[in-house]
């Protein structure tokens, strides 16, 4: 049977500062996401599901489920996106030609994917994937959903519920999601 299991932090928990605090990290990776694993890997048992990676999980189940593994899924992409902050950070290469040519620049992507992101009513995810044509596409997914179940490959996402930003921004998720472009790899 698959046992998941934290992922480890590629950074230190204070690394991330200001954009993102020790603390809120803490309770974040630490707190929200240690129990949708510990939820995940209670649930499984029986499920016939055993035996898949966290993706194929995603893709095939429901309900308990599919909310857990879709939240260590989403969570796990989401915290190894980040290094420390860096000024004026912008994409390069192959990624920034795509950018560039479907949203005219960096700039107006960015203005697109935080509207999504501020406009998602409720919790939930904003995401860049690639479709099968290769064409990038942002997406608002509600609460643990992920593009992977609608055929896309996810390259970024930020997170949009309240436990991401609460403690940092409280209730100010356009200045949280404005605020993260300084720590995406």
């Not at 055929?151 to 996402?157: A, I, Q």
Request: hydrophobic share 40%; charged share 20%; glycine share 8%.
């Amino acid at each position: 049977m698959t046992k998941f299991e934290l992922i480890k932090l590629p950074y230190a928990p204070d690394a991330l500062e200001p954009v993102i605090s020790a603390e809120a990290i803490g309770f974040h990776h630490g707190k929200h996401l240690q129990a949708y694993v510990n939820n995940l890997n209670a649930l499984l048992p029986g499920s016939g599901l055993e035996d898949l990676t966290l993706e194929e999980i995603v893709c095939r189940s429901e309900g308990g489920i599919f909310n857990n593994a879709g939240q260590i899924l989403n969570h796990n992409l989401y915290f190894t996106q980040f290094r420390a902050p860096q000024a004026d950070n912008v994409p390069t290469g192959q990624i920034a030609e795509a950018i560039n040519s479907q949203f005219g620049s960096f700039e107006a992507f960015k203005e697109e994917f935080q509207k999504k992101g501020a406009t998602l009513f409720g919790s939930g995810w904003v995401w860049l994937s690639i479709d099968k044509e290769g064409k990038l596409v942002i997406t608002q997914e509600p609460n643990a959903s992920s593009p992977l179940t609608k055929g896309l490959t996810p390259l970024l996402t930020f997170d949009v519920w309240e436990h991401a930003y609460y403690l940092d921004y409280q209730n100010r998720r356009p200045d949280h999601l404005a605020a993260l472009w300084q720590i995406v790899n």
